[in-house]
């Protein structure tokens, strides 16, 4: 399991089968299922199936994909933060999201700080994006801390409803 980023709090390492019950419980939160939607992960079987099909693969095919976050000092798994590349989307998308116990302590923040430096310093990315349900306050205040910009509103995919683009540059 490869390690991405690390910060003083903060580890983001690659997923792995062992992570499959943090995924169960993350994924059903009831959060997630509001502001993300139903991936259809019932059991540690699905959600194994959830990292396969999601994370990582994306890690070969991409060179990067959702990482778990897990705290440097105990290595507890908090949540996942990552970039995810869309075909609706230009640029890749940074994702994130926290149990409810680690929710409002900054790791969101951190976390995601640290996957930008990534995307610019080890990807060479020019740009990264972030999508947002409009009713979610939280990970709005995260994007925005971070220096996103609010572009329009977009649907990505047919029939889904329409959530806030976001977009930041690399720094030059």
Known sequence: ??????????VLREFSHEDAPFILELVNDADWQRFIGDRA?????????????????SYGANGFGLYLVARRDDDSRLGMCGLV?????EHPDLGYAFLPAFRGMGY????????LTH??????????LAITNPENAGSIRVLE???????RQISVRDGAPEVNLYGVSRPV
């Open 1 to 10: 399991m490869r390690t991405v980023a690390t910060t003083p709090r903060l």
């Open 41 to 57: 992960v019932h059991s540690v079987g699905d959600a194994q199936g959830y990292l396969d099909n999601g994370p990582i693969t």
């Open 85 to 89: 590349r869309r075909d609706t989307l």
């Open 108 to 115: 969101a923040t951190e976390a995601a700080a640290a996957m």
């Open 119 to 128: 995307a610019w310093t080890g990807l060479s990315l020019p740009r990264v």
């Open 145 to 151: 801390r971070l220096g996103f910009a609010l572009e």
